[in-house]
């Protein structure tokens, strides 16, 4: 924001956002991958190439149990509450507030979210994973419209 108009800067040789943006489009996590609770997700790109093959992006969510699929290399940064997260060994690891952690492409994982989570999260998309991110993204819109 400028500080003198009150309006995001457009700066054309990068692109800035914040952890905390102001406005979160929903994010519902596939009903059929939910193993405890209601966990509601969020999340807004703050940054991308135009390509869509690296992104960030922040994401949120409340408490519940839930498997991940990541369909592309992506790496978190948690900035708010804690997640414990179990890989398909059964070892888990909880992750705060500064943990930083990379999951590589076609792993599943499991979150147990206490009560809240907030992320940042770099993507890194490789071709043959762009069809997995355009399914999630219809699934989410399809999920958002019957909610």
């Known amino acids: 924001m400028s500080a003198t108009t009150g ?9 800035a956002g914040t952890d905390d ?16 609770g209601a966990p509601v997700a969020r999340a807004r790109t703050q940054a991308g190439t135009a390509d869509g093959r690296l992104s960030t992006t922040v994401w949120d969510c409340t ?14 940064h948690i900035v708010e509450g804690s997640v ?13 507030v ?20 907030r992320k940042v999260a770099i993507h890194r998309v490789t071709v043959d994973a762009l069809p997995v991110r355009a399914l ?4 989410g819109l399809v999920a958002a419209r019957r909610g």
Do not use: N
Not at 29 to 35: F, G, H, Q, R, V
Not at 98 to 117: Q, R, S
């Open 7 to 15: 309006h995001q800067d457009v700066i054309t040789t990068f692109q």
């Open 21 to 36: 943006p102001p406005v979160m489009d929903p994010a519902p996590i596939d009903p059929a991958t939910i193993l405890d």
């Open 63 to 76: 408490a519940g149990r839930f498997t991940w699929f990541f369909g592309c290399d992506e790496i978190v």
């Open 84 to 96: 414990v997260v179990t890989d398909e060994q059964g070892r888990s690891r909880t992750l705060g």
């Open 98 to 117: 500064g943990d930083v952690a990379l999951f590589e492409k076609d792993t599943t994982t499991t979150w147990d979210v206490a009560e809240y989570v």
């Open 136 to 139: 999630r993204k219809v699934r």
